[in-house]
C-alpha cells in the first residue's frame, strides 16, 4: 500500500508566547469595543436622518459635503469643524 502523506510538518516559526492567550482576548475586546461605538455612530445618524438634521454640522449647522458623507457617513461635523478648535 502506498500511503502518499507522510508525517505531519514540522511546525516551523516562533512559538506560542505564554500571553497569547490574553492578547488575544484584549485584541477581541478592543475589536468588539469598536463595533459598538460604529454601531452607535449609525444609529445616532439615523436618529439625525429621522430628525432632518443629518448631512449638516452639529457646530455650525451648515450642510456637510456630499463627499465627505460619501467618506464618512456617520460625521457629525464639516471638513472645517471636523478638526477641532482653532480652524
Partial sequence: MDDQTGPAPLQTGPAPSPGAAGSSAEHDQALLAQVRADLDAV???LARLEEGTYGRCATCGEPIGDERLAVEPTTLHCAQHA????L
Fill in 43 to 45: 444609529d445616532a445618524a
Fill in 83 to 86: 478638526a477641532g478648535p482653532g
